[in-house]
T-cell receptor, first 109, second 116 residues
Framework: GQNIDQPTEMTATEGAIVQINCTYQTSGFNGLFWYQQHAGEAPTFLSYNVLDGLEEKGRFSSFLSRSKGYSYLLLKELQMKDSASYLCAVMDSNYQLIWGAGTKLIIKP | GAVVSQHPSRVICKSGTSVKIECRSLDFQATTMFWYRQFPKKSLMLMATSNEGSKATYEQGVEKDKFLINHASLTLSTLTVTSAHPEDSSFYIC????????????FGPGTRLTVL
């Protein structure tokens, strides 16, 4: 079966760095996505990795290792507005997104 | 970036009535649109995939006669919840794929449905 695993909840301090991990097992792979979702809102796109390595975009970076079925989202210089759920999703061989359950990130002052 | 709109953003209806939700791609042609449902504190659940001009493909456990999907044009897909009941209350989100970009889905802002 297809499976995406990520922690349910994480807590971090404003100004710090946090890493959210995601492991996956899917039928085929056409890229891994990270989305941010604030309560009551639709997901917004953060990053897309299809090749191994690190993609950096401002305060957010995403890493992928296809051989290990592993990705992480790294958030630096955390701000209170970063409190949200972070969803890992993998696009399978049919170009369909398989979603993780999401990681709720709580930022404390 | 590409924009997807959804209408209405919120709807409250009485049990037994039908509700239609529209999903539009504003600046690109969406050959494929996806309808998701999300319960509180849960991840997105794919309900169905619709391709322009053909019948939607429903995920296992989703009643196609209850959740009617129409993708009549390259910029519009509609989801109709027929004979709605309180358990249909949920957050419904559509996403659209640009025909030229298979690896991307653009999300609408979502529709909060409350059935009394």
């Amino acid at each position: 079966g297809q499976n995406i695993d990520q922690p349910t909840e994480m807590t971090a301090t404003e100004g710090a760095i946090v890493q959210i991990n995601c492991t996956y097992q899917t039928s085929g792979f056409n890229g891994l996505f990270w989305y941010q979702q604030h309560a009551g809102e639709a997901p917004t796109f953060l990053s897309y990795n299809v090749l191994d390595g690190l993609e950096e975009k401002g305060r957010f970076s995403s890493f992928l290792s296809r051989s290990k079925g592993y990705s992480y989202l790294l958030l630096k210089e955390l701000q209170m507005k970063d409190s949200a759920s972070y969803l890992c999703a993998v696009m399978d061989s049919n170009y369909q997104l398989i979603w993780g359950a999401g990681t709720k990130l709580i930022i404390k002052p | 970036g590409a924009v997807v709109s959804q209408h209405p953003s919120r709807v409250i209806c009485k049990s037994g009535t039908s509700v239609k939700i529209e999903c539009r791609s504003l600046d690109f042609q969406a050959t494929t649109m996806f309808w998701y449902r999300q319960f509180p504190k849960k991840s997105l659940m794919l309900m169905a995939t619709s391709n322009e001009g053909s019948k939607a493909t429903y995920e296992q456990g989703v009643e196609k006669d209850k959740f009617l999907i129409n993708h009549a044009s390259l910029t519009l897909s509609t989801l109709t919840v027929t004979s709605a009941h309180p358990e249909d209350s949920s957050f419904y989100i559509c996403s659209a794929r640009d025909g030229n970009e298979r690896n991307t889905q653009y999300f609408g802002p979502g529709t909060r449905l409350t059935v009394l």
